[in-house]
């Protein structure tokens, strides 16, 4: 099977440098991605407090 141009990138880093990038992916003690879609959580309280100031004004 052959391998993907990025893992052929790492492996050449890790034999001409000796640095591992691998390691170096999981230091970061959060996650480092941006939500595309709202959270369970996040739809509900949208929900409430949207219907909720409809009900107020009647």
Request: aromatic content about 6%; overall charge positive.
């Amino acid at each position: 099977m052959s391998q993907s141009k990025a893992k052929k990138k790492r492996m050449h880093l890790k034999r001409t440098k000796g640095k591992n990038v691998e390691i170096d992916r999981q230091s970061s003690p959060f996650s480092t991605h941006e939500r595309v879609t709202k959270t369970r959580q996040e739809t509900l309280e949208r929900n409430f407090t949207k219907y909720k100031k409809q009900r107020i004004d009647e």
